[in-house]
Nanobody, 117 residues
Framework: QVQLVESGGGLVQAGGSLRLSCAAS????????MGWFRQAPGKERIRVAT????????YYPDSVKGRFAISRDNAKNTIYLQMNGLKPEDTAIYYC??????????WGQGTQVTVSS
């Protein structure tokens, strides 16, 4: 059974940092693009970072560019999201996902990130 398990969420003050981890089990994703998404209350889920299987290409929307950094350790079947300079608007449930082709097929259960002002 494939599982993605996020960890590292929590409550932090504005300007602080958190590092999220997503550990995969059940199959290897070393050849898959993986990503982090977030969903705030009453809003749609949006993509906040993606990384190709080699780590050679990453994507960030303007809202997090320069503050968030995605990385991966294929040997550990794990991806990370370093979040610096957190803002209250970053408050959301953060999900990791693994793509098969162009579709994010596998999802974690999410981890709550709350940024207080």
């Amino acid at each position: 059974q494939v599982q993605l398990v996020e960890s590292g969420g929590g409550l932090v003050q504005a300007g602080g940092s958190l590092r999220l981890s997503c550990a995969a089990s059940g199959r290897t994703f070393s050849r898959n693009t993986m990503g982090w998404f977030r969903q705030a209350p009453g809003k749609e889920r949006i993509r906040v970072a993606t990384i190709t299987w080699s780590g050679g290409s990453t994507y960030y929307p303007d809202s997090v560019k320069g503050r968030f950094a995605i990385s991966r350790d294929n040997a550990k079947n794990t991806i990370y999201l370093q979040m610096n300079g957190l803002k209250p608007e970053d408050t959301a449930i953060y999900y990791c996902a693994a793509a098969l082709g162009d579709i994010y097929r596998y999802w974690g259960q999410g981890t709550q990130v709350t940024v207080s002002s």
